[in-house]
Nanobody, 122 residues
């Protein structure tokens, strides 16, 4: 069973940085590709980044600013965010997928965390 819990969200000024964490309390974390998504008010949930043994993949909107990484020994995936903009304000979600080829679609992910709020002030 995969149970994902995000942490690290909060309020940050534009131009600042934040690191999100997502920890799985199960025993099969290393078997899954992991992804980060976000959803702003009134908008659809959008893909940000994914990581698996295949490597990493990023959405164009965050490439060069966000970095995804994972520590399988800690059952944790991270999203390091820098040069944050007010448009990055959203609820951020991590997700786990059995598909190892760096999936980007919501329906390709099997488990989701509850989300963590990130607010970027101007």
């Amino acid at each position: 069973q995969v149970q994902l819990v995000e942490s690290g969200g909060g309020l940050v000024q534009a131009g600042g940085s934040l690191r999100l964490s997502c920890t799985d309390s199960g025993r099969t974390f290393r078997s899954y590709a992991m992804g980060w998504f976000r959803q702003a008010p009134g908008k659809e949930r959008e893909f940000l980044a994914a990581i698996s043994w295949s490597g990493t993949r990023y959405a164009d909107s965050v490439k060069g600013r966000f970095t995804i990484s994972r520590d399988n020994a800690k059952n944790t995936v991270y999203l390091q965010m820098s040069s944050l903009k007010p448009d990055d304000t959203a609820v951020y979600y991590c997700a786990a997928s059995i598909i190892q080829t760096l999936p980007t679609r919501l329906d390709e992910y099997d488990y989701w965390g509850q989300g963590t709020q990130v607010t970027v002030s101007s």
